[in-house]
């Protein structure tokens, strides 16, 4: 109840914030150009059921699923520092995560979520160090800034649904890589086209010695073209061997599209292929047209997840999502979205969790940027 | 008649500095930048282009957003609303990857922020003589 009223009280407090204009910290005292900006949310969630997979004591896997539940939690509380000088930068962002809860359940989390320096030689060359978001796909290097996204949660190929992890012979793992720690980039910049280029180095999983061996790093790579000014197409590829769950080489491909008509419409489609050396490949892709009417920005995806060898995932599960956006004021933003789950049947050996076929979900959420 | 007309015309677009009537883009009148072209101008205020061809860095200004020569810089250079460059440099600023140009309250303060530093451009409905006026290719 105390968790609750809390939640509540946060919500009131950002929407009478976003009454009053505010704005980012920026300032600029010779060559150094200082900025603080940041945002928090608020999110609620229903959901109608979930499949879990449990192992008892005996080690055996045992299917079932959780009732109708529901939960109001502040998720983030962001803060971008940035300071600038001629061509050096250096960006430190912070995240706290669930750290409104009352109960102290100790589910609060702070992280340095990206801390960077960069020197900018040209306009072809840009070197990046530190700890990076790795660019891959659309939104992975923005992961967590969610005022950067129409909806309230990503797609499965970077933030797998809750309960994925079953313990044995899989991982709760996305499908785009975590973290870099070195990058080169540039950008062609052209009359109506525009060519981006990444390339990064990351850190893998640690030898069981305990050292860090540079067979376990991780390489990886984006390309990114724009053209006539409103056509983007992309390719992303990483590689690592040895990363968390020990299966040997794996590697990532990614391809990625975005259309936009006008500032009407936008068309976002992408697919990831996860190639293991000692298990069978994963894949998921989605789709997402979302339009651009005043300050509201509907839209409609579909989201397919397939994973052979988790027990939950093997029959592949479809997400159809509906929702929108609604920019209250330049700060300020609400979504809504409903979706669907189904896990498809296949010819495969079924599933260990015959618990379910669908599962519904209501997510919203409020967003204050400042 | 109608050749010198348009002989008249050619020169007056060469010589005024701007193809796009509203406004004028300026310069430090150190910047050894005697054109720009459009691209490079819609880069900078997109915050892609960082260095002018010298090594200097660009710092772009622009007027406060509800200014009218700010719109029509924005929607003929950026192709972009005023009001769609705010939440874009928000974005961009959020994503880690630049802050928004520095903003001039008036054109005067306009005039004295590009003058005093060399690496900055902007824009005004004209010129001024702390300033240099390059044409826009």
Same mark, same amino acid.
């Given at each position: 109840m105390k968790r609750v009223s809390?939640?509540?009280?946060?919500?009131?407090?950002?929407?009478?914030?976003?009454?009053?204009?505010?704005?980012?910290?920026?300032?600029?005292?010779?060559?150094?150009?200082?900025?603080?900006?940041?945002?928090?949310?608020?999110?609620?969630?229903?959901?109608?059921?979930?499949?879990?997979?449990?192992t008892n004591s005996s080690g055996m896997q045992m299917a079932g699923k959780m009732p109708e539940q529901s939960s109001l939690d502040q998720e983030h509380m962001n803060l971008l520092f940035g300071v600038k000088r001629n061509k050096i930068r250096v960006n430190i962002n912070v995240d706290a995560?669930?750290?409104?809860?009352?109960?102290?359940?100790?589910?609060?989390?702070?992280?340095?979520?990206?801390i960077y320096g960069e020197y900018t030689l040209n306009?072809?060359?840009?070197?990046?160090?530190?700890?990076?978001?790795?660019?891959?796909?659309?939104?992975?290097?923005?992961?967590?800034?969610?005022?950067?996204?129409?909806?309230?949660?990503?797609?499965?190929?970077?933030?797998?649904?809750?309960?994925y992890d079953i313990g044995t012979d899989s991982i709760n793992k996305n499908f785009t890589p975590s973290k870099a720690s070195f990058m080169l980039s540039g950008d062609y910049l052209g009359d109506s086209t525009e060519i981006n280029y990444y390339l990064y180095i990351s850190n893998g999983k640690r030898a069981k010695s305990g050292r860090d061996e540079n067979l376990d790093k991780g390489f990886g790579g984006r390309l990114r073209g724009t053209f006539l000014d409103n056509y983007k197409l992309g390719f992303s590829y990483y590689t690592v061997k040895n990363d968390e769950d020990s299966l040997g080489q794996e590697r990532l491909y990614g391809a990625d599209i975005e259309l936009n008509l006008e500032e009407l419409l936008k068309f976002e489609a992408e697919y990831v292929l996860d190639n293991f050396g000692k298990r069978k490949n994963r894949h998921t892709y989605y789709a997402r047209l979302t339009a651009y009417i005043g300050t509201f920005s509907p839209f409609v995806a579909y989201d397919y997840a397939d994973d052979d060898a988790n027990a939950l995932y093997k029959r592949g599960q479809t997400r159809y999502s509906v929702g929108t956006g609604y920019n209250v004021s330049n700060l300020v933003t609400i979504k809504a979205?409903?979706?669907?789950?189904?896990?498809?049947?296949?010819?495969?050996?079924?599933?260990?969790?015959?618990?379910?076929?669908?599962?519904?979900?209501?997510?919203?959420?409020?967003?204050?940027?400042? | 008649m109608l050749k010198t007309a348009f002989m008249l015309f050619l020169l007056s677009v060469t010589f005024t500095g701007t193809s796009f009537g509203g406004f004028v883009v300026i310069v430090n009148k150190e910047n050894p =930048?005697?054109?720009?072209?459009?691209?490079? /101008?819609?880069?900078?205020?997109? /915050?892609?282009?960082?260095?002018?061809?010298?090594? /200097?860095?660009?710092?772009? =200004?622009?007027?406060?957003?509800?200014?009218? =020569?700010?719109?029509?810089?924005?929607?003929?250079? =950026?192709?972009?609303?005023?009001?769609?460059?705010?939440?874009?440099?928000?974005?961009?600023?959020?994503?880690?990857?630049?802050?928004?140009?520095?903003?001039?309250?008036?054109?005067?303060?306009?005039?004295?922020i590009v003058s005093g530093n060399k690496g900055a451009v902007g824009y005004a409905s004209r010129g001024d003589d702390s300033v240099k006026t390059v044409p826009v290719e």
């Open positions: 809390l939640s509540v009280g946060f919500f009131v407090l950002l929407f009478l914030s976003g009454v009053q204009s505010a704005s980012a910290v920026k300032l600029e005292a010779g060559e150094w150009d200082f900025g603080i900006n940041g945002f928090m949310d608020g999110v609620y969630t229903w959901m109608s059921n979930m499949p879990m997979v449990m995560r669930n750290n409104y809860t009352s109960e102290g359940d100790g589910r609060g989390n702070l992280k340095f979520e990206e306009d072809f060359v840009r070197i990046r160090t530190g700890t990076i978001l790795a660019p891959f796909g659309l939104y992975n290097s923005v992961r967590y800034i969610t005022p950067l996204f129409a909806t309230v949660v990503l797609p499965q190929m970077y933030e797998m649904p809750g309960n979205e409903y979706h669907y789950h189904k896990f498809s049947d296949k010819d495969t050996a079924p599933a260990l969790v015959s618990g379910t076929d669908t599962i519904d979900m209501f997510r919203a959420s409020v967003i204050y940027v400042f | =930048v005697s054109k720009i072209k459009k691209r490079d /101008l819609k880069n900078i205020y997109r /915050l892609k282009k960082t260095t002018w061809k010298s090594g /200097l860095p660009i710092h772009p =200004v622009n007027l406060k957003p509800e200014d009218s =020569v700010r719109e029509d810089f924005s929607k003929k250079i =950026v192709k972009k609303t005023s009001q769609s460059m705010i939440k874009f440099y928000l974005k961009r600023a959020l994503s880690g990857e630049g802050q928004a140009p520095e903003t001039a309250k008036s054109e005067a303060e306009m005039f004295k």
